[in-house]
């Protein structure tokens, strides 16, 4: 069995290893395979080093080596180099960088400089945190360098600016017009990408923001198709919570393309390819969407631990063996 998920940062990373806490009960010979395709949006170069932040989330938390109260960046980290910096007066210094995460960013530019392409560094970044071994692909939505920006309003006056520091200087409370991502109508999809949708017997959409980690991988020419077309069930996790994101700032987002904060609204973006959602008990979409959206089934859905994150994805996958079957699609079996 092939299961492929769409994914951004630390709501992506938390849901997948719960998957894979799920899947490890699996006899050996009969555990799925999992391809993740991470947003490469958020990507950013600082201090001359390529930055993927959401891919090194999804690297760190799936290995083990995930600051867990963070969510990002690295356990028992130091932050020596970025002090120097400091004292150098390089900037920015809004971004924070821990001495382990910055050689994950040099050998990552290291291998770029040689003309390695984004996916295969990541496989090489994958190999050090042992994904194979767990049965995980993990694919960079393109190679085609990627940018988010956001355009704001200061002083009067429209500048776009780029979503790290719209979103970790300024915590997206700067008026945000609208998302411009330059580079992303000219990238075509990392090898492999298409073929891990086209080729799944599940597709997982985690709880990732809606606007700016799983809509930036829906803009890559060619995904949005391919989940449209993919014979799998294509089954989401809503990421609100009591009808609010439970991190960061979606809410906005959502605001910001003019998209309400509700789940209904949410599984709205995703309508064209949407065959199952989970939504939490709290949340307020109503039952009367049932009948022309995608199955409900409604559950807890707050990650507060690896199981009960592990629970969350046995639940999605349920969901999609149940439609698989519906459709006379391929049978699912964790
Ligand atoms: P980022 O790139 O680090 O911002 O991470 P993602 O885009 O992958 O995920 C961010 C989203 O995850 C936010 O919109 C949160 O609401 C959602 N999220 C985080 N933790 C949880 C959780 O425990 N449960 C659910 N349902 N969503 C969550
Ligand atoms: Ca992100």
């Known amino acids: ?28 010979g009969e555990r799925p395979e999992v391809t993740v395709i991470g947003n490469t949006g958020d990507d950013i170069t600082l201090f001359g080093l390529r930055v993927c932040p959401d891919l090194d989330t999804l690297l760190y938390t799936l290995g083990g080596g995930v600051h867990d109260g963070q ?48 996916s295969a560094v990541t496989a090489r970044l994958a190999g050090r945190w042992g994904l194979g071994e767990q049965g995980v692909t993990l694919l960079p939505m393109t190679d085609t360098p990627v940018e988010t920006h956001v355009v704001v309003t200061e002083d009067g006056q429209q500048r776009a600016i780029h979503f790290q520091e719209w979103w970790v200087r300024h915590q997206a409370a700067l008026e945000a017009e609208r998302f411009v991502v ?25 709880p990732s923001n809606p606007v700016v980690s799983i809509g930036i991988i829906l803009g890559v020419p060619g995904v949005r198709d391919a989940l449209r077309g993919t014979r799998a069930p294509v089954v989401g996790v809503s990421p609100l919570v009591g009808g ?25 973006l995703y309508a064209d390819f949407l065959d199952g959602w989970l939504v939490d008990p709290e949340d307020p979409m109503p039952e009367t969407a049932r009948s022309s959206g995608p199955a409900l089934v409604r559950r807890p859905l707050l990650m507060s631990s690896v199981e009960a994150a592990a629970e969350i994805a046995a639940s999605a996958l349920e969901l999609a063996q149940r439609l698989g079957t519906a459709s006379g699609g391929g049978e699912v079996r964790p």
């Open 1 to 28: 069995m092939r299961i492929t998920a769409l994914a951004g940062g630390v709501g992506g990373a938390r849901f997948v290893r719960g998957l894979l806490h799920h899947l490890s009960g699996t006899r050996p």
């Open 182 to 206: 330059a580079g992303l109508d000219a990238a075509t999809p990392a090898p492999g990408v298409l073929e891990a949708i086209r080729s799944a017997d599940v597709v997982l959409l985690p």
């Open 244 to 268: 609010r994101p439970v991190r960061g700032h979606a809410d906005v987002c959502l605001r910001t393309i003019g998209v309400d904060t509700t789940s209904e609204a949410v599984a709205g």
């Open 71 to 118: 969510g990002w960046g690295r356990a028992d980290e130091s932050h020596l180099v970025i002090a120097e910096l400091a004292a150098l007066g390089a900037t920015p210094m809004w971004f924070s960088l821990g001495d382990k995460d910055f050689a994950t960013h040099i050998y990552r530019s290291q291998l770029l400089g040689h003309g390695m392409p984004l």
